[in-house]
């Protein structure tokens, strides 16, 4: 599980196609020293495995269906990639409880930056919109975000200072592509009710 709360601004060092799959290489500054084979690491909200590692960088595999169905499928080298490692037991739940199992892709529309915050609109896609709710939370890019309006299929965000310092998005531009995973309580629930009905 994860938190949406970014521990770094990683950066893709490679990408080496290999058939079905790929393997991206990432360089995250302040966790290389500390990893370890096998564990999971979320790049821009998706969940991917430490499968070989060094003091400078890690490589995880992205099986075709990721790249089909998230932004990886486009990564380059020298793209900066949020990154957050598993939760731990005895953490602190600073977001909001994510799998890192991405549900659509979402574009951004609109950029409205005030003097202490930015809104970032974005174009939910019909088929996770009715788990889109205001005051709700959602996960873009691997970041905990709290929806501030929904107008139709578009959500603004307002980011503060520090999300936009220390994460992708004091970078973004419209038409960025963002990996989208709604709150997984709600899937639940619609789960549990359709089952009784």
């Not at 799959?21 to 790049?43: K, R």
Request: with cysteine; net charge negative; hydrophobic share 40%.
């Amino acid at each position: 599980m994860f938190t949406g709360i970014v521990e770094s601004v990683g950066t893709i060092t490679a990408v080496t196609e290999l058939g079905d799959q790929s393997q991206i290489s990432v360089s995250s500054p302040g966790l290389d020293g500390d990893l370890q084979h096998g564990e999971s690491i979320a790049v821009d909200g998706v969940c991917l495995t430490v499968a070989k590692h060094t003091a400078d960088e890690w490589i995880g595999d992205v099986m075709r269906i990721t790249r089909e169905t998230t932004s990886l499928g486009d990564i380059k080298v020298g793209q900066r990639v949020n990154i957050e490692r598993a939760m731990r037991v005895d953490g602190r739940l600073g977001g909001h409880l994510m799998q890192g199992h991405v549900d659509a892709t979402a574009t951004l529309v609109a950029r409205d930056s005030q003097p202490d915050w930015d809104d970032l609109t974005f174009e939910i896609p019909e088929s996770i919109l009715r788990y889109v709710v205001s005051k709700g939370s959602i996960a873009l890019n691997g970041v905990s975000l709290t929806v501030a309006a929904l107008e139709g299929n578009r959500a603004t965000v307002s980011l503060i200072p520090t999300t936009l310092a220390d994460t992708t998005f004091g970078d973004a531009e419209v038409g960025m592509v963002v990996n989208v995973e709604v709150d997984v309580i709600a899937k639940y629930v619609e789960s549990m009710i359709g089952a009784r009905s």
